[in-house]
């Protein structure tokens, strides 16, 4: 079993930033792709962002150029720089985790608002 720890959300004006961090804990598992996810009210959960073990990345277009995905594997760690916020980026924000054995592990959500 793994548990995700998600950190870092919170209020921000437009064009400020925030880094999320997500830490992976549990036995006996070994990392595939970790990634960020968003919800916003009323619309469905979206990527935001992903990285591989290979550190391969993949991010939504209406994020790229940012926002940067990074990971650290000695603290099975990955973190969401995100740069000029605007209120559309407002939504909760979800960890998931991947493993080698095709097992996907989200943790609880961060609230990521931008707002004047």
């Known amino acids: 079993q793994v548990q995700l720890k998600e950190s870092g959300g919170g209020l921000v004006q437009p064009g400020g930033s925030l880094r999320l961090s997500c830490a992976a804990s549990g036995s006996r598992f070994s990392i595939s792709v970790m990634g960020w996810y968003r919800q916003a009210p009323g619309k469905q959960r979206e990527l935001v962002a992903l990285?591989?073990?290979?550190?391969?990345?993949n991010y939504a277009d209406s994020v790229k150029g940012r926002f940067a995905i990074s990971r650290d594997d000695a603290k099975n760690t990955v973190n969401l720089q995100m740069n000029s916020l605007k209120p559309e980026d407002t939504a909760v924000y979800y960890c998931?985790?991947?493993?080698?054995?095709?097992?996907?592990?989200w943790g609880q959500g961060t609230q990521v608002t931008v707002s004047s």
């Open positions: 998931n985790l991947d493993t080698t054995t095709l097992h996907s592990y």
């Open positions: 990285i591989t073990r290979d550190g391969i990345t």
